[in-house]
């Protein structure tokens, strides 16, 4: 490329410089140029800079080094003037910058660049807009407000916050003054785990020339400055909130303290899970621009995950898209627009796509919340599978091309072959009358037939969903626990509510077709008909459980028809066992009263009773057995479990060999605990009782853990024995010349399979698990894990292990802990585990009576995940979601324990005694464990976030084992 003019006062052009300067890499755009400097180490841009004049210009980019900055920041930042300094001072060890004067080049110009340099020194002082569509308006009832909503939609009200302190406290100077010190989050596009001091945040502000720049966007900023929510408090038009029964660590982030410079703000979104959100601006000025639902801005794309329903948008920066975009836009295709002032707040509907670009510095508060109006669009949004989510945010976009005509209208039958749906292009080099009609066609389908209306959107749902089976959105704002546990809560706390709330579960969990199906297993055993509040799941575990009266009904459904036959014939195993043995455990597991199969045939549905034994013929069909069982074996029990579970790890036999058998579902009927779980009384018991509860834990956990396990019989261990087909095309002996005991096998090999994906599932399941801790974690956990079992000969000459190998529940959370009250003084003068439930009528502890009240525990809940290995693996729920990580109740648990965990002390191997510590094993199960353990636990030691080693995490978490006499 030549300057076609005098750049020099010569009359003679200017030679461009970049063919020569980029050699080979000529051919790429500047753009590209620029993305692949984003993707090198700072120390290979500053080498870079050398190679020549023009990678000089690009590697000395302000917005480069921005990018390089906060890809590498984690925890606390300090902003040093520039970002190429500030980057270079995360550098291991830091590298000294000196400042010198910048080189300049005649011969090259790139628009990319310049507009890019505009758009960071631009001022919004004088930025004009083409009109103000939406004006405050003062409103002082509900009525009015919901009048004003039928009008426009979107609503921008005065005098809410007229009677707040913060409405002339939150200015940026009070503010320093008070919360100089205090650390917030920072937000802004590629930003992970950054935070900065106010003080330092203000002083950025202050300097810096960014087109995106870092924005304080804070969901906790109540635990780091408590006083600011005091300040403010929710305006009387917003007070319904229903994720507001949950439990504070449980719901959704919802309310966020916002501060942002010039040109700072937030790019094109739609709030998660279709909430509705209110913004109120103390200081500054605010632009506007919001799309109705499906309706997709020029400039965006949306992506549409095709396993979980996850919807990813990719959006230029608010500056960016009001230069760049805005001014394409035919007046029809404009959106609603308005400048919030100070006192000022804005009402945004659910679904709404909206804008948001700072005028000068601003500082505001903002809440999500679920209400009566919007609880449907919210648990359609949670729903399992992925076309209703892209149809919810990108309209009729998401449906296939030629798919628009008036004939699909009927919705229902529509598919969606493609599940990547790209709006438009937000590359700057797009052609302009191509974005335009591209702004067109957007426009023309969402005027054609699309409408944000629930019996609208729920068609598009996928009818073969399982809420149990479906892979859950990672965009999800909640768990599934969570939401379960939500929906339970709304029926049975707000039984005014239950037709809404009855509607919303329908949509999210298909409450309509499991009640189908439990009425089908209540009238086969003639169980007493349901009562309102028992049509609904219970808000815990992973399958469908109904409670009754006297009865508690489970229908297995995660993971498939194979996985649930194992998980209930392990279980009927187990309780066969338990009886034969009769162990104390047994007072306290609750009693089997039925189990069976219920199957769908012929459009009717049909119950077999079923005790484990044997296959009964509907199975039989499904091939799940490779050989015929003797009639009193449990082919479904726990040894084919292991196999079953070692398969699924992936990489040796991974069909599902049930996907045939569609329209199966096993159950079994429970007798009905007294009481409550302690997951609800979690925050009434007194610390008596927590340790009361630890010391039980620890009693049955001893229980569990010496009862027998079943031998291997001959067709169990022919089966073993079988030689299998493994990944890289090998066949070998599952036990080939292993010294390791046949009841070791499966679990050994199951988690040396699972470590050769740890550190790509462990990325994928991201924040708040560090990436400096995933790239260090293979050389963290062992080679080999037969290491944990230093197998050595006894006496006899036999193979023997120092791990003591048990039945292992798997699952003993907060949920799977039931409890019953009682006086405390009967309490303490005899064993809780065997003293009888009292029922005293009781709220909060007290009877009225003047006595005090205690809760003991009574039952263990819930043995469908029951496995064989090392009875470490129980610690693992129960220290972090029972204990809540506190080591006191851990000891508490291994003082009533009493067994030993090595049977004697590891030898440490080549000089590393990390083998011969509890903690180790431990951290190592919980790394490779199937559940998301690493999130519970940075997610509660927040600390450990920063720490340098997995050894630090290890002990900080498990250290009280290492204390524990767990040796013989």
Request: aromatic share 12%.
């Given at each position: 490329m030549e300057n076609s003019g005098d750049n020099n006062g010569s009359g003679v052009a200017i030679k461009d410089r970049r063919p020569e300067a980029l050699g080979d890499l000529k051919v790429l755009p500047d753009e590209l140029i620029c993305y692949i400097l984003e993707n090198l180490t700072p120390r290979d841009v500053g080498r870079l800079a050398c190679v020549s004049s023009v990678m000089y210009i690009f590697c000395n980019e302000e917005p480069l080094w921005m990018s390089l900055c906060v890809r590498k920041a984690s925890g606390l930042l300090q902003?040093?003037?520039?970002?190429?300094?500030?980057?270079?001072?995360?550098?291991?060890?830091?590298?000294?910058?000196?400042?010198?004067?910048?080189?300049?080049?005649?011969?090259?110009?790139?628009?990319?660049?310049?507009?890019?340099?505009?758009?960071?020194?631009?001022?919004?002082?004088?930025?004009?807009?083409?009109?103000?569509?939406?004006?405050?308006?003062?409103?002082?009832?509900?009525?009015?407000?919901?009048?004003?909503?039928?009008?426009?939609?979107?609503?921008?009200?005065?005098?809410?916050?007229?009677?707040?302190?913060?409405?002339?406290?939150?200015?940026?100077?009070?503010?320093?003054?008070?919360y100089g010190d205090t650390t917030f989050k920072i937000s802004q596009k590629g930003v992970k785990n950054i935070s900065m001091k106010f003080n330092d945040y203000v002083s950025y502000m202050k300097?810096?020339?960014?087109?995106?720049?870092?924005?304080?966007?804070?969901?906790?900023?109540?635990?780091?400055?408590?006083?600011?929510?005091?300040?403010?408090?929710?305006?009387?038009?917003?007070?319904?909130?229903?994720?507001?029964?949950?439990?504070?660590?449980?719901?959704?982030?919802?309310?966020?303290?916002?501060?942002?410079?010039?040109?700072?703000?937030?790019?094109?979104?739609?709030?998660?899970?279709?909430?509705?959100?209110?913004?109120?601006?103390?200081?500054?000025?605010?632009?506007w621009a919001l799309y109705p639902p499906g309706r997709v801005p020029l400039g965006v794309t949306v992506h549409v995950n095709d396993e979980d329903g996850d919807v990813n948008i990719e959006s230029p920066s608010s500056l960016q898209w009001w230069l760049d975009f805005y001014p394409l836009l035919a007046d029809d295709d404009k959106p609603i627009e308005c400048t919030q002032h100070p006192g000022e707040t804005i009402f945004v509907p659910s679904g709404w796509w909206h804008c948001v670009l700072n005028l000068e510095t601003t500082i505001a508060v903002t809440q999500n919340f679920v209400d009566s109006?919007?609880?449907?669009?919210?648990?359609?949004?949670?729903?399992?599978?992925?076309?209703?989510?892209?149809?919810?945010?990108?309209?009729?976009?998401?449906?296939?091309?030629?798919?628009?005509?008036?004939?699909?209208?009927?919705?229902?039958?529509?598919?969606r072959k493609e599940k990547r749906v790209r709006i438009n292009s937000s590359r700057e080099s797009q052609n302009c009358e191509e974005a335009i009609n591209d702004v067109s066609k957007s426009y023309n389908l969402w005027k054609q037939g699309f409408s944000y209306d629930i019996s609208f959107l729920e068609k598009f749902l996928d009818e073969e969903r399982d809420h149990y089976n479906f892979p859950w959105?990672?965009?999800?704002?909640?768990?599934?626990?969570?939401?379960?546990?939500?929906?339970?809560?709304?029926?049975?706390?707000?039984?005014?509510?239950?037709?809404?709330?009855?509607?919303?579960?329908?949509?999210?969990?298909?409450?309509?077709?499991?009640?189908?199906?439990?009425?089908?297993?209540?009238?086969?055993?003639?169980?007493?008909?349901?009562?309102?509040?028992?049509?609904?799941?219970?808000?815990?575990?992973?399958?469908p459980v109904y409670l009754m009266a006297d009865c508690a009904v489970k229908i297995f459904v995660e993971d498939g028809l194979e996985s649930s036959l194992y998980g209930l014939g392990t279980e009927l195993e187990f309780y066969s066992l338990l009886s034969k043995a009769n162990s104390?455990?047994?007072?306290?597991?609750?009693?089997?009263?039925?189990?069976?199969?219920?199957?769908?045939?012929?459009?009717?549905?049909k119950v077999v009773s079923w005790g484990g034994k044997g296959v009964p013929?509907?199975?039989?069909?499904?091939?799940?057995?490779?050989?015929?069982?003797?009639?009193?074996?449990?082919?479904?029990?726990?040894?084919?479990?292991?196999?079953?579970?070692?398969?699924?790890?992936?990489?040796?036999?991974?069909?599902?060999?049930?996907?045939?058998?569609?329209?199966?579902?096993?159950?079994?009927?429970?007798?009905?605990?007294?009481?409550?779980?302690?997951?609800?009384?979690?925050?009434?018991?007194?610390?008596?009782?927590?340790?009361?509860?630890?010391?039980?834990?620890?009693?049955?956990?001893?229980?569990?853990?010496?009862?027998?396990?079943?031998?291997?019989?001959?067709?169990?261990?022919?089966?073993?024995?079988?030689?299998?087909?493994?990944?890289?095309?090998?066949?070998?002996?599952?036990?080939?010349?292993?010294?390791?005991?046949?009841?070791?096998?499966?679990?050994?090999?199951?988690?040396?399979?699972?470590?050769?994906?740890?550190?790509?599932?462990?990325?994928?399941?991201?924040?708040?698990?560090?990436?400096?801790?995933?790239?260090?974690?293979?050389?963290y956990i062992p080679d080999d894990f037969a290491k944990f079992l230093d197998v050595y000969k006894d006496e006899n000459g036999q193979n023997k292990v120092c791990k003591p190998c048990s039945w292992i529940h798997s699952d003993i959370m907060d949920d799977n802990v039931h409890m019953v009250q009682c006086s405390a003084s009967s309490y303490s003068s005899g064993n809780a585990a065997d003293s009888g439930p009292r029922d005293t009528g009781s709220m909060n502890g007290f009877d009225g009576s003047g006595e005090e009240k205690s809760w003991r525990p009574t039952h263990i809940l819930d043995f469908s995940d029951l496995s064989i290995g090392d009875p470490i693996y129980d610690l693992i729920p129960i220290h972090l979601d029972v204990f809540r990580g506190d080591s006191r109740l851990l000891k508490q648990l291994l003082e009533g324990y009493k067994l030993p965990l090595l049977r004697r002390k590891l030898q440490p191997l080549s000089?590393?005694?990390?083998?011969?510590?509890?903690?180790?094993?431990?951290?190592?199960?919980?790394?490779?464990?199937?559940?998301?353990?690493?999130?519970?636990?940075?997610?509660?030691?927040?600390?450990?976030?920063?720490?340098?080693?997995?050894?630090?995490?290890?002990?900080?978490?498990?250290?009280?084992?290492?204390?524990?006499?767990?040796?013989?």
């Open positions: 902003y040093k003037g520039s970002w190429k300094k500030t980057t270079l001072q995360l550098e291991d060890p830091p590298i000294e910058y000196a400042s010198r004067r910048p080189l300049h080049f005649d011969g090259f110009y790139s628009p990319f660049l310049y507009r890019r340099f505009y758009r960071c020194n631009t001022s919004l002082d004088a930025f004009s807009f083409d009109n103000q569509v939406l004006k405050a308006r003062k409103v002082c009832t509900l009525e009015e407000f919901k009048h004003a909503c039928n009008e426009t939609d979107v609503v921008l009200l005065s005098g809410l916050a007229d009677t707040w302190p913060a409405r002339t406290t939150w200015t940026v100077d009070q503010l320093s003054m008070k300097v810096q020339r960014d087109e995106d720049p870092l924005y304080i966007f804070d969901a906790k900023f109540g635990e780091a400055a408590p006083g600011l929510l005091k300040d403010y408090s929710v305006p009387h038009l917003f007070q319904e909130d229903l994720f507001a029964v949950l439990d504070r660590d449980q719901r959704p982030s919802y309310q966020w303290f916002i501060v942002g410079p010039e040109r700072s703000g937030a790019s094109w979104h739609v709030d998660p899970a279709l909430t509705s959100a209110w913004n109120t601006l103390l200081s500054g000025r605010k632009r109006n919007n609880f449907e669009f919210v648990c359609l949004d949670m729903a399992p599978g992925y076309r209703h989510k892209g149809i919810c945010r990108a309209g009729l976009l998401a449906l296939d091309e030629g798919s628009h005509d008036d004939k699909s209208l009927s919705y229902p039958d529509m598919t959105s990672s965009g999800n704002c909640i768990g599934q626990r969570e939401m379960r546990e939500w929906l339970y809560k709304l029926w049975i706390g707000k039984p005014e509510m239950r037709e809404l709330v009855w509607k919303g579960a329908c949509l999210a969990v298909n409450a309509g077709k499991w009640l189908e199906r439990l009425e089908e297993i209540r009238n086969f055993h003639d169980l007493p008909p349901l009562k309102p509040e028992e049509r609904l799941p219970v808000g815990t575990g992973s399958n104390r455990l047994k007072s306290h597991i609750p009693e089997i009263l039925a189990s069976g199969i219920l199957y769908l045939e012929n459009g009717l549905y013929d509907v199975i039989g069909k499904c091939n799940l057995i490779s050989q015929n069982p003797r009639e009193d074996s449990f082919p479904f029990g726990i040894w084919s479990k292991k196999q079953f579970e070692f398969k699924r790890v992936g990489k040796s036999v991974c069909k599902n060999t049930s996907d045939g058998c569609k329209g199966i579902w096993p159950y079994v009927i429970t007798k009905r605990c007294k009481g409550k779980i302690f997951a609800q009384l979690r925050d009434t018991l007194s610390w008596e009782d927590m340790l009361n509860l630890a010391s039980f834990l620890g009693e049955q956990l001893r229980n569990l853990h010496l009862l027998p396990y079943p031998p291997f019989d001959d067709l169990t261990l022919s089966s073993f024995k079988q030689k299998m087909e493994l990944k890289n095309g090998r066949m070998e002996n599952f036990l080939s010349e292993s010294n390791i005991p046949v009841e070791w096998e499966v679990f050994i090999r199951t988690l040396n399979e699972k470590k050769k994906d740890v550190a790509s599932r462990l990325t994928n399941w991201g924040d708040p698990i560090p990436g400096t801790l995933i790239e260090k974690v293979d050389e000089g590393d005694d990390k083998f011969a510590r509890l903690s180790y094993h431990t951290m190592c199960y919980c790394i490779l464990h199937e559940e998301n353990v690493l999130g519970a636990i940075f997610g509660m030691w927040k600390g450990l976030r920063m720490a340098k080693s997995w050894e630090e995490v290890e002990l900080k978490v498990w250290g009280e084992l290492n204390n524990y006499n767990g040796f013989l």
